[in-house]
Structures are given as structure tokens and as C-alpha cells.
């Protein structure tokens, strides 16, 4: 969002267009749990956020991560509303992909990640990459 708009929650947001990539767990999230916000679907984030710095449209809606880097890049945007986790459309957290038959690389990947868990390493690397 434009840092001169405060919404706080998805209500301040009715009858506003809020870009997201199309398909998209965000998409369906808005379109399902929100219907009076105007959905502007887009084939990238890159042209949403082309669309919101031109005035187009009123906000941009993604993954923490991401928004978080265009933050960085876009002094002139600032964050929108609470931080939403449903976990009926995002998950509980992040995940690494793996092939089902490859056992071997999925318990080595699971065992480096209670470890750096354990020793705090996985923390850091969460407040570094997604803060709150």
C-alpha cells in the first residue's frame, strides 16, 4: 500500500482493488474469505506492484518474504492490515519440496533442520528473512 494509507484490517479494504499473482492461494483467499475487496488478478507480482506504484490499483497482497523485499526497494510503500496465517489457505509454515522416492535427501534435510532448531541457527535466519 501507498504509506499515506492506513488500512488495518481486510474491512478498511472494501471496494478496494488489491492485486495478487493469479492462481494463487492469496487470489482464492481474498476471493473466498473477503468478497468485498476487488481482486485484480496479475500473471506476476512485478506488474502488480508496476500497477500500485502507477496508481492503478490500491495494494498488492503476497507472501511475507516477498512483500517484505519490495518494502526494501519501495520507500514510498509501507505494509497493509494484520498479518494473515490462515492455515486453511497458507499452510502452517514453510516447506522444502522433495521427490517422494528420494527418503535419503528428505531425512538428511530433516535432521539439519532440528539441529539448527535446536541450536537456535533457525530462529536468526527467521528474523532475519521474516520479520514480523
Do not use: C
Not at 5 to 23: A, P
Amino acid at each position: 500500500m501507498p504509506k499515506k494509507d492506513t488500512y488495518k484490517t481486510f474491512t478498511d479494504l472494501k471496494g478496494k482493488r488489491i492485486g495478487m499473482e493469479n492462481g494463487t492461494t492469496h487470489q482464492k483467499y481474498l476471493q473466498d474469505k473477503h468478497p468485498e475487496v476487488k481482486t485484480v488478478a496479475y500473471d506476476s507480482y512485478q506488474n502488480a506492484i508496476i500497477d500500485l506504484k502507477n496508481g492503478r490499483i490500491d495494494g498488492v497482497f503476497g507472501d511475507t518474504a516477498v512483500v517484505n523485499e519490495w518494502l526494501k526497494t519501495n520507500p514510498q510503500l509501507g505494509p497493509a492490515t494484520e498479518k494473515v496465517t490462515d492455515p486453511q489457505y497458507f499452510g502452517t509454515g514453510l516447506g522444502i519440496a522433495v521427490r517422494p522416492d528420494n527418503k535419503a535427501l528428505l531425512e538428511k534435510l530433516n535432521d539439519a533442520l532440528a539441529a539448527i532448531k535446536a541450536d537456535g541457527t533457525y530462529q536468526k535466519i527467521s528474523d532475519q528473512w521474516f520479520p514480523q
